[in-house]
C-alpha cells in the first residue's frame, strides 16, 4: 500500500500557500489554490527543469509554469511548486507528436545539463534506471553501462525475456547521421487535454537525443500500451531516420522493463507487439 506524502506546513508557508487546504490530486501530488506541489525524485533535474520551463515559450502550448519559495528556491525540503493546468491524458497520438515537434524545435537551444553526462550510481533510483537503459539502445554492447555501475540482471522471466530482445535487436542497429538536442523522453500520457484548449506540459523530462527519438518513443509507448494502431507508424514516417529511431526507442522501452525493480509481466506483451513491428520496418 502506497503512503500518501502530505505536504509540511513549512513548505506551504515557504512557498507562500497557507490560504488554502492541499487538496491530493490523484498520483499527480497535491493542489493548493491554483498551484501544484509534488515531491522530486531528483533534484537536479527538478531544478533544471523549473528554470527552463520559467520562460519557455512554445505556440499552441501551455506550460505549467515553476513557483519560486520565498527565498528564491525552486525545490524546498524535495518539494517543488507549479501553476495548476487544467487537463488530462487523452489517446490523442497525433496530436501528442505534433507537441513533440513544436516543443524540440524551441528546446534545441538549451545546452546539455551535467547531470545528463552522469554514470548509473549506487544505490540505484529511478533516475538511473531509465539513464542505463537509455544508454542501452545506443552504445555498442547494450546494458554495458548498466552491468559497470553494478545493476543486477534482471532474475523474472519476462525481465529475462526483455533483455533478449534488447540483445537482438542490437545486431539490427545502423549508424545514423542526426544532431542529439535536449529532449523531453516521456511526453506520451504526460501531455494534457482539456477539450479544445491548447495542450499543455507539467514538466521537462530531459535527455540528450535526436528529436526524431522522442517522437519514437511516444509512438512505441502508443503501440504498446495506448491502443494506437499501426498507421500511426506509417503517418509519421517521413521523420528522418525513423526506422532506426523506433528500434532504438524499442530498446530502451525494452531495457526500463528488463532493469526497473517495479516493472510487470503485463507490460511485456505490448511490447513484444512493437518489437515485431520494428523487425518488419529495419
Avoid at 533544471?48 to 525552486?74: C, F, K
Avoid at 547531470?115 to 534506471?129: E, S
Avoid at 504526460?190 to 526524431?212: E, K, M, N, Q
Wanted: aromatic share 8%; proline share 8%; glycine share 6%.
Amino acid at each position: 500500500m502506497t503512503t500518501i506524502v502530505e505536504p509540511p506546513e513549512q513548505v506551504l508557508t515557504t512557498f507562500g500557500l497557507t490560504a488554502h487546504p492541499p487538496i491530493a490530486m490523484d498520483g499527480v501530488g497535491w493542489r493548493v489554490g491554483e498551484v501544484v506541489l509534488s515531491l522530486v525524485p531528483d533534484h537536479a533535474r527538478a531544478a533544471w527543469s523549473a528554470t527552463a520551463r520559467e520562460n519557455l515559450y512554445v505556440e499552441g502550448m501551455r506550460i505549467a509554469r515553476p513557483i519560486r519559495a520565498s527565498d528564491g528556491r525552486y525545490v524546498v525540503s524535495g518539494w517543488r511548486a507549479d501553476t495548476y493546468v487544467a487537463g488530462s491524458p487523452e489517446p490523442r497520438h497525433d496530436e501528442v507528436l505534433a507537441v513533440a515537434d513544436r516543443l524540440h524545435l524551441a528546446t534545441a537551444k538549451f545546452e546539455r545539463p551535467r547531470f545528463l553526462l552522469q554514470p548509473p550510481a549506487p544505490p540505484f533510483n529511478d533516475v538511473d534506471v531509465f539513464t542505463a537503459a537509455d544508454r542501452a539502445a545506443w552504445e555498442e554492447v547494450p546494458l554495458r553501462s548498466a552491468r559497470g555501475a553494478g545493476m543486477a540482471e534482471p532474475s523474472s522471466e519476462d525481465g529475462q525475456h526483455s533483455l533478449a530482445e534488447v540483445k537482438a535487436l542490437a545486431g539490427l542497429r545502423r549508424p545514423v547521421d542526426l544532431t542529439s538536442q535536449l529532449v523531453h523522453g516521456d511526453l506520451f500520457g504526460t501531455v494534457l487535454f482539456a477539450g479544445a484548449a491548447a495542450p499543455a506540459i507539467t514538466d521537462l523530462v530531459p535527455y540528450w537525443r535526436p528529436a526524431p527519438w522522442a517522437s519514437a518513443v511516444i509512438v512505441v509507448d502508443a503501440l504498446a500500451w495506448g491502443g494506437a494502431e499501426e498507421e500511426l507508424v506509417e503517418r509519421w514516417s517521413d521523420t528522418p531516420e525513423w526506422s532506426q529511431m523506433m528500434l532504438r526507442a524499442t530498446m530502451f522501452r525494452l531495457a526500463v522493463h528488463a532493469l526497473h525493480p517495479r516493472s510487470t509481466a503485463g507490460a511485456l506483451p505490448g511490447l513484444l507487439r512493437v518489437v515485431e513491428i520494428v523487425r518488419m520496418m529495419v
